[in-house]
């Protein structure tokens, strides 16, 4: 842990003026993100009196090892930078609401020529509008009902084109669920109003389609159509039964999202009820863990940034009202953003009496039951991770926590397409995002103790490379202007080159006492002595330590056993999946392959051209030339490389290694 006395700045070099301020460890990464009115008041309360400060505050400032700042003009612009930058580099002492689910929501893709209506999760699309959050059952059943009396299209593209090559509807067409546009049923002009008035539905405005159809319902009758009419009486039944199903808690012209928030010191849950035209037409819920010492009014401010910042799709989504358990901080700024997000007026209220409070406390009470499932939940989760790497540190004696464990696997057949692959676990979960592939060549890819040695030099001399990078010191940064959140620094440390920035505390590799030797040599040979290297044998799940002539035995109902385990078989996972990949590219081989400047394009112009590889071969390079796509100087390369491939006994036929298949291409 660092010292705050190393890396504080001095006070005289702290400007006193708005702007927001960036804490980073030994290794670059960002850990905590903040902003201040007085950036010199704000960052001296660090260092003033580290040993007062709070727990999680404390453990932040012993974590860094220097700190930056860069100054905006309003309270406003560190706003928006803070954002910014939080979701950039998701600091770990910043407190991030993460769903507790992943709601599905109802869209319309209002961009495309033929509008689609569909189930999404996820990130939102431009041009696409969203109805919900929904729970999975009900969604599906909003759908199907409405699709009797909207009927618009909800076929995947591919699907379209089929029916608009054949010139037959899909399925959906034939049973009267989709106006079927794509062979010409309805005109795109027409097809596009039937989504409007899906969407317009769906907005709230229910009680003039009902009231629409009456009417028709009622000509029909007096038309003695009662075919028609019965038909229409079905749609009636149909819109009412999904309008209905979302009781009235408000009156019908009120648009509003509540937050209701419940905590303990550990963690809180946030829910929110989505109000529009007084009903209650979708539910989220939060579960954030209190990295960082919050008021409430902070977690409140925190969290309306980020659910209404997440897209820029927000002109639909913000209410006029956001009712809340308590005024968030720096509240004036954040009424003027979501202003400017909505295009319109945002009112932030805490509901005192009537049926807004009443409505509050329902979302409370939501709030408290989820924090408790959460709670029963995860136990057993962080229970039995906690106990795993607590057996493990101790089984193997190490000194540092096993914060963050990389595994290693080698994959190959009689030692052809050698690749290795490297997965990455933090605080006993995978972290997918860091996860790498190795492709071994030359000599390396000898045997497994060569290429393991191999892919560990390259993996930490990465390592070394971005850690001799100069880090940024204590100080200010250039001002990248409000909104964004970008310099040369941050390029270096969070782009390409800092992949491998993050050393483990533990190296697994996949294999016995030879593997382990050849991983911890490579260490060595790197001067790197920090790191702890570890070898799992399959066949009686050994764990091999380096220059140990025995093994370490774990309990077969070890949780620290399971642990290395299910890292062991990720890692042989990933590398096998990538070793099929790179093996099924090396199945079919051609006697074009390797010709310089020819790529696979130009390769089937030259087949389709000349028809088969025997005719290439006796093409001269002007004849060539009459391919697609194919110069003077690339046909002589042609030329030249069969030619070469022709003397030296290369030119036998291109052969499918999978099904001993002879190819002329």
């Given at each position: 842990m660092a010292d705050p006395a190393s890396y504080r700045p001095q006070t005289g070099e702290i400007p006193t003026t708005p702007g927001v301020y960036r804490f980073r460890d030994p290794h670059g990464r960002v850990i905590y993100v903040g902003k201040a009115k007085n950036l010199r008041s704000r960052l001296n309360s660090y260092f003033a009196n580290p040993a007062g400060l709070l727990?999680?505050?404390?453990?932040?400032?012993?974590?860094?090892?220097?700190?930056?700042?860069?100054?905006?003009?309003?309270?406003?612009?560190?706003?928006?930078?803070?954002?910014?930058?939080?979701?950039?580099?998701?600091?770990?002492?910043?407190?991030?609401?993460?769903?507790?689910?992943?709601?599905?929501?109802?869209?319309?893709?209002?961009?495309?020529?033929?509008?689609?209506?569909?189930?999404?999760?996820?990130?939102?699309?431009?041009?696409?509008?969203?109805?919900?959050?929904?729970?999975?059952?009900?969604?599906?059943?909003?759908?199907?009902?409405?699709?009797?009396?909207?009927?618009?299209?909800?076929?995947?593209?591919?699907?379209?084109?089929?029916?608009?090559?054949?010139?037959?509807?899909?399925?959906?067409?034939?049973?009267?669920?989709?106006?079927?546009?794509?062979?010409?049923?309805?005109?795109?002009?027409?097809?596009?109003?039937?989504?409007?008035?899906?969407?317009?539905?769906?907005?709230?405005?229910?009680?003039?389609?009902?009231t629409r159809l009456e009417k028709d319902m009622g000509a029909a009758v007096a038309e003695l159509d009662y075919e028609r009419a019965a038909r229409l009486r079905d749609d009636i039944i149909a819109l009412r039964k999904v309008f209905e199903r979302n009781a009235v808690v408000l009156s019908e012209d009120t648009d509003a999202?509540?937050?209701?928030?419940?905590?303990?010191?550990?963690?809180?849950?946030?829910?929110?009820?989505?109000?529009?035209?007084?009903?209650?037409?979708?539910?989220?819920?939060?579960?954030?863990?209190?990295?960082?010492?919050?008021?409430?009014?902070?977690?409140?401010?925190?969290?309306?940034?980020?659910?209404?910042?997440?897209?820029s799709d927000n002109q639909g989504r913000i209410p006029r009202e956001v009712l809340v358990p308590e005024i968030p901080s720096n509240h004036h700024e954040l009424l003027e953003w979501l202003g400017g997000l909505r295009g319109a007026k945002v009112d932030i209220r805490v509901p005192q009496r009537g049926d807004?409070?009443?409505?509050?406390?329902?979302?409370?009470?939501?709030?408290?039951?989820?924090?408790?499932?959460?709670?029963?939940?995860?136990?057993?989760?962080?229970?039995?991770?906690?106990?795993?790497?607590?057996?493990?540190?101790?089984?193997?004696?190490?000194?540092?926590?096993?914060?963050?464990?990389?595994c290693y696997d080698i994959s190959h057949v009689q030692g052809t397409n050698v690749v290795a692959s490297m997965v990455v676990v933090e605080d006993g979960l995978p972290k997918k995002a860091d996860y790498r592939k190795f492709s071994i060549t030359g000599a390396a890819a000898s045997d497994d103790t060569a290429a393991m040695h191999d892919v560990l030099t390259?993996?930490?001399?990465?390592?070394?490379?971005?850690?001799?990078?100069?880090?940024?010191?204590?100080?200010?940064?250039?001002?990248?202007?409000?909104?964004?959140?970008?310099?040369?620094?941050?390029?270096?440390?969070?782009?390409?080159?800092?992949?491998?920035?993050?050393?483990?505390?533990?190296?697994?590799?996949?294999g016995g006492q030879p593997q382990v030797n050849a991983a911890a040599r490579a260490l060595a040979e790197l001067g790197i002595d920090d790191v702890y290297v570890v070898g799992l044998a399959k066949r009686l799940e050994e764990v091999w330590l380096p220059d140990s002539d025995f093994p370490v035995i774990l309990p077969r109902t070890s949780q620290g056993l399971y642990l290395l385990q299910r890292i062991r078989d990720e890692a042989h996972r990933f590398a096998i999946t990538f070793h099929r990949q790179k093996r099924g590219k090396a199945m079919t081989v051609s006697a074009l392959d390797g010709v310089p400047g020819l790529g696979e394009a130009k390769r089937k112009a030259l087949v389709a051209h000349f028809g088969s590889l025997k005719k290439i071969k006796a093409a001269t390079a002007l004849e060539l030339t009459a391919a697609k796509g194919i110069g003077p100087a690339l046909a002589e390369a042609v030329v030249s490389h069969l030619a070469a491939a022709g003397a030296s006994g290369e030119g036998a036929p291109a052969v499918n290694m999978t099904t001993g298949e002879i190819l002329e291409i």
């Open positions: 727990p999680k505050t404390h453990a932040m400032v012993h974590a860094a090892s220097s700190v930056e700042w860069t100054m905006v003009g309003s309270e406003l612009e560190s706003l928006q930078l803070e954002y910014t930058w939080i979701k950039e580099f998701k600091p770990r002492f910043n407190v991030v609401f993460r769903d507790d689910k992943t709601y599905p929501y109802l869209a319309v893709s209002m961009g495309e020529k033929l509008p689609r209506v569909q189930v999404m999760r996820g990130e939102r699309r431009k041009g696409t509008r969203y109805f919900g959050p929904y729970t999975a059952g009900a969604i599906r059943e909003t759908m199907d009902t409405l699709l009797r009396v909207f009927p618009v299209r909800s076929c995947s593209p591919g699907v379209l084109k089929r029916a608009q090559a054949s010139g037959r509807p899909c399925l959906l067409g034939y049973i009267d669920k989709c106006s079927a546009p794509c062979v010409g049923r309805v005109t795109a002009e027409e097809h596009r109003a039937i989504a409007e008035d899906f969407c317009s539905f769906m907005g709230g405005e229910a009680k003039r389609f009902i999202d509540v937050f209701a928030l419940h905590d303990d010191d550990l963690e809180a849950s946030v829910q929110v009820f989505h109000v529009r035209g007084g009903r209650v037409r979708g539910q989220r819920g939060w579960v954030v863990e209190k990295v960082e010492d919050a008021t409430t009014p902070e977690l409140i401010e925190h969290l309306l940034q980020q659910v209404y910042g997440e897209d807004k409070a009443a409505l509050m406390s329902t979302v409370r009470e939501n709030a408290e039951q989820a924090l408790k499932l959460h709670k029963v939940r995860r136990a057993g989760d962080i229970t039995v991770r906690s106990l795993a790497l607590q057996e493990l540190q101790e089984a193997l004696d190490l000194p540092v926590p096993l914060l963050r464990i990389e390259r993996r930490f001399r990465h390592y070394l490379q971005d850690k001799s990078a100069q880090l940024p010191k204590s100080g200010e940064v250039p001002n990248p202007g409000a909104g964004e959140a970008s310099s040369s620094d941050d390029a270096a440390l969070t782009g390409a080159k800092a992949r491998f920035a993050y050393p483990p505390n533990l190296v697994v590799v996949d």
